[in-house]
């Protein structure tokens, strides 16, 4: 079992539960799922882009992505109806929380002049997005096959539409959320 996944059993469920005055377990907000994903706009020019995109994308969340395409076209970015133009990948179960250890332990510590994430980022219904952006920030990356620096979203599912609770999970789990001014 992941280590935060058994984290969040035995400490973050109580504590949220006493916080907020839940008293079933399942009202308790969980993270559902990850989903990575890389915009990769000049794969319209260059099409290996996309292949690196995928490659990085497998390296750093151990599973294939999907390629997305675009839905329709805009002459002004030159861009074809269901062309190539981005990767994205979904996580889930212990995967998911084997990634979000990783990515609070050793990537965020590793992005240059980092402050914290913003408090800002959340939808509305308890979702958190933020971009990383550089894929050289996770370790798996190996620098002698980048050809190009891209960046990715990272959108974390959580149950439950409330942005408070989603908070005080996420910075139970560990989160280095920006301080207030």
């Given amino acids: 079992m992941a280590r935060l996944m058994e984290k969040y059993k035995k400490e973050i469920v109580p504590k949220l539960q006493e916080k907020f005055g839940m008293k079933n377990t399942l009202a308790v907000p969980r993270l559902k799922k990850i989903t990575l994903n890389m915009g990769v706009g000049a794969a319209v020019e260059n099409k290996s882009r996309i292949e690196h995109a995928v490659r990085d994308l497998t390296v750093i969340s151990g599973q294939k992505p999907v390629v997305t395409k675009a839905k329709q076209s805009v002459a002004g970015f030159k861009l074809r109806q269901g062309q190539a133009i981005g990767a994205k990948v979904t996580i889930r179960g212990t ?23 913003p408090r800002k980022s959340f939808d509305g219904r308890g979702n958190y997005t933020f971009g990383v952006h550089e894929q050289i920030t996770f370790p798996e990356v190996a620098l002698e096959t980048i050809e190009f620096t891209q960046g990715l ?29």
């Fill in 95 to 117: 995967r998911m929380y084997e990634f979000l250890d990783r990515l609070v332990a050793v990537v965020l510590p590793r992005i240059k002049d980092f402050r914290g994430l």
């Fill in 153 to 181: 979203d990272v959108t974390l599912t959580i149950s439950g539409n409330n942005d408070e609770a989603s908070a005080e999970l996420l910075s139970l789990f560990g989160f280095p959320f920006r301080q207030q001014n």
